[in-house]
């Protein structure tokens, strides 16, 4: 490697040394500065020819603005043109917007509006479905009582066939017994008639007897015989008429066809008890056994049992709200009717005293 | 390959000898291999041989496309922009596209270098490998 | 190992002055520009310095074919069109005899002479030029093995110190590159030797003889121009003694491609 060291007093190294900086010195540093400076020069130059076109068009500018007298240059008219154009579209938006918070307030009306009718809606909805419901069970109830309706009905149907049956022997009894009562007035009629021949016989008899004056006799035996005669025809006229108007429920009782049977008014008090806290509004006889009912203001109906001189209570038939006025039996003697002033009837039986039914 | 080349112009000169022999050392001055016929002449280039032709072999890299002919010779007085443009034509690349020469795949030199002076350096075994691509390969 | 440091500095600094003028027939203005002076640096290329030129002078030519790729910007000198991959120090050597200082280039923006110069839009060409012409020095001087073992950012850092023109920063990383593997020196020199402004020799040379001595400048002249007495080389501005070692002046005379320009004087 030494070889190659230069040494410093190689020729040929100062040689070339000495050139380079004859060279250097020629060359570079004479020119240096100068260029250096006149690089800084046209530097110069060059950023104040910029500036002088910029102040001449700056310059030329506000020549023609002045020039032409607007009171904004041709830049402000411009921006002011856009500025008023942009206050139009800003004036529009804000218009458009207070539109649209309109319509969405008139939404929200018309949407709470249908909402309320909605909810009315299901509201009558549900209410119907309630009625709905209630009459539905109406309905099962009503066929209920239909049904049970058709029961009684039915019942009442049977029943009153019964009745009509036991009406149809009653009558055919009845019949049976006109058929009787109607023979047996003939027969009292003819008896009667017989009877009447005899007086007659007896009395023309009597007369023949006692023939003085003819004609004072033959006007008395002609009105006593008118009077007997007016007396006979009137007495059968009230048998005939008897006859027609015999009714079952009059018992068997049968007043006074004959003037001749001895009438007797009952005058002396069997008994005496009270029955009733108040008035006694009505009696009665069952047809069957030996009870008695009565009515009373005080609202019940009492039976007793009325035995050779004493009294008892069979039993009070509660249910009026008001005095009974009238008390009645069936003709079987199983129900006793009650009528009362709180407008209803009502039935009981006898046998167990218990409200068989209200009526009114 | 030595030739004398005192004239400024791109001449060509003597011619150099047979390729095979010089691959490295380049030297005119006496040595064993003398056969330097043209040696003396400088002026009038040696009518037998005119310029030797060099062996040039193109390789092709990265995505350029292989040429069909691959070994060529070439005036040592052309240059290698010369020679790009060939490679370009050949493969029928558009002026507006580059291609990249490289010796030794290591640098590219500037296209007016003469194929002579590349050969007289890096060429191998009597031919100059030249590899070219559409890029830059070896940067 | 370039450690002469007071060269590598006189080399470093050199500057030239120059004069960039408008063609005056692409001048669109009513009054011509003023010509622009402009001091370059003797090691870097001219896309690098020029883009004040540029600048200045686009206001002045026709407005609408600014941008467009046919009217790129381009140099010329005594009507020849200067290259721009060649050092501008090469430049100046190449064309010594005409050149006085300030050097008048005339700047050009229209008809860019397709056949003779290259198209540089943008640094990144000249950066990629520039360090393939590294990395064929190192090809030449150790096999190209250096090279591709430094990183990226030792690439990036020689391409900006010569862009920004910062010394240290550069050869922080040259240094290595001028390591000698071997006690030898370098395998091959670097060079290129310009006989005109078209033709330049490139060979392979070693640094040493034969018997060990190490090569001078002589040497390498005679090698490439046997018949040539007398025949001597500028380079940088200065001819150099012809005693010279060839390693010393690969280490120290290089441009910043590592390359030796020697410009034969004829």
């Not at chain 1, 000495?18 to 500065?33: A, E, F, M, P, V």
């Not at chain 1, 549900?126 to 069970?137: G, P, Q, S, T, Y």
């Not at chain 2, 003398?34 to 030797?52: G, H, L, Q, R």
């Not at chain 3, 018949?227 to 441009?255: C, F, K, M």
Request: net charge negative.
């Amino acid at each position: 490697m030494a070889v190659y060291e230069a040494g410093e007093n190689s020729s040929w190294r100062l040689n070339i040394i000495t050139q380079l900086r004859d060279r250097n010195k020629t060359q570079t540093h004479c020119y240096l500065d100068l260029i250096s400076l006149h690089n800084r020069l046209f530097d110069n130059a060059n950023t104040l020819r910029g500036e002088n076109l910029q102040l001449s068009i700056a310059n030329e500018k506000l020549r023609t603005e002045a020039a032409s007298g607007v009171t904004g240059t041709g830049n402000n008219a411009a921006l002011e043109a856009k500025l008023l154009a942009q206050a139009d579209e800003l004036t529009m938006l804000h218009r458009r917007r207070g539109e649209h918070t309109q319509q969405i307030v008139d939404l929200n009306n018309k949407l709470q509006e249908a909402m309320k009718e909605l909810q009315l809606k299901e509201s009558s909805l549900a209410d119907k479905v309630d009625i709905n419901n209630v009459l539905r069970a109406e309905l099962t109830r009503y066929a209920a009582r239909e049904k049970e309706l058709e029961n009684i009905n039915q019942m009442l149907k049977d029943e009153h066939q019964a009745l009509q049956l036991a009406f149809a022997s009653l009558e055919e009894k009845l019949r049976k017994a006109q058929e009787e009562n109607r023979q047996l007035v003939d027969r009292l009629i003819k008896y009667k008639s017989k009877d009447a021949e005899k007086m007659n016989e007896e009395n023309d008899n009597f007369l023949n007897e006692s023939f003085t004056s003819p004609t004072a006799f033959l006007m008395q035996t002609i009105s006593k015989f008118g009077k007997r005669q007016a007396k006979m025809q009137k007495e059968l006229e009230d048998a005939a008429r008897d006859t027609r108007t015999a009714s079952p429920d009059r018992g068997g009782t049968l007043e006074g066809t004959a003037p001749v049977i001895p009438s007797s008014l009952p005058t002396k008090i069997a008994m005496k008890f009270n029955a009733h806290e108040g008035e006694v509004n009505a009696v009665r006889w069952s047809p069957t056994d030996r009870i008695l009912a009565t009515g009373g203001a005080d609202r019940k109906v009492k039976l007793w049992d009325i035995a050779k001189g004493s009294y008892e209570c069979k039993g009070m038939l509660m249910g009026s709200n008001a005095g009974v006025m009238s008390v009645d039996f069936d003709s079987g003697g199983n129900y006793v009717l009650g009528a009362s002033n709180d407008f209803a009837s009502r039935v009981w039986t006898v046998a167990d005293l218990r409200l068989r039914e209200v009526m009114g | 390959m030595s030739e004398k080349e005192e004239e400024p112009q791109t001449g060509e000169a003597s011619e150099p000898k047979t390729p095979d022999v010089a691959a490295e050392e380049t030297n005119p001055n006496p040595d064993p291999p003398t056969t330097e016929p043209s040696s003396a002449n400088n002026e009038t280039p040696v009518a037998s041989d005119k310029e030797k032709k060099i062996e040039v072999l193109l390789k092709a890299t990265g995505d350029a496309p292989i040429m069909t002919k691959k070994k060529w010779t070439v005036p040592p007085d052309k240059t290698l922009g010369w020679i790009s443009e060939f490679i370009k034509k050949f493969i029928k690349m558009g002026p507006e596209e580059r291609l990249f020469l490289y010796i030794n795949q290591t640098f590219a030199p500037a296209p007016d270098q003469t194929v002579k002076n590349i050969y007289d350096c890096y060429g191998t075994d009597g031919k100059l490998i030249i590899h070219y691509c559409k890029s830059q390969a070896w940067g | 190992m370039a450690n002469d440091r007071e060269v590598l500095r006189e080399i470093w600094e050199g500057k030239v002055p120059v004069c960039f003028q408008l063609d005056p027939e692409e001048v669109y203005d009513l009054q011509a520009p003023d010509p622009f002076y402009l001091m370059v640096p003797r090691l870097s290329y001219f896309p690098l310095c020029t883009d004040k030129v540029r600048k200045h002078f686009m206001r002045h030519v026709q407005q609408e074919g600014q941008d467009k790729p046919e009217n790129e910007m381009w140099l010329e000198f005594n009507g020849i069109p200067l290259k721009w991959h060649i050092p501008i120090g090469a430049l100046l050597d190449l064309y010594h005899n005409d050149i006085q200082l300030p050097w008048n280039i005339v700047v050009h923006f229209r008809k860019f002479p397709e056949d003779v110069l290259m198209r540089c839009n943008n640094k990144e060409i000249v950066e990629s030029h520039f360090l393939s012409c590294i990395k064929e020095a190192d090809v030449l001087k150790h096999r190209g093995q250096l090279v591709s073992n430094m990183q990226k950012k030792d690439h990036n850092q020689l391409w900006l110190g010569l862009l920004n023109d910062k010394f240290d920063q550069f050869w922080a990383v040259n240094r290595k590159l001028m390591e000698a593997t071997s006690d030898e020196g370098f395998k091959y020199i670097p060079f290129r030797c310009y006989i005109s402004e078209d033709k330049y020799i490139q060979r392979l040379v070693k640094p040493l003889l034969e018997d060990g001595h190490r090569k001078t400048l002589k040497h390498l002249l005679n090698e490439l121009f046997p018949n040539e007495e007398t025949a001597s080389v500028r380079t940088h501005g200065i001819i150099p003694s012809l005693d010279a070692p060839l390693q010393w002046l690969s280490e120290h005379l290089s441009y910043p491609d590592n390359f030796l320009h020697l410009i034969l004087i004829t």
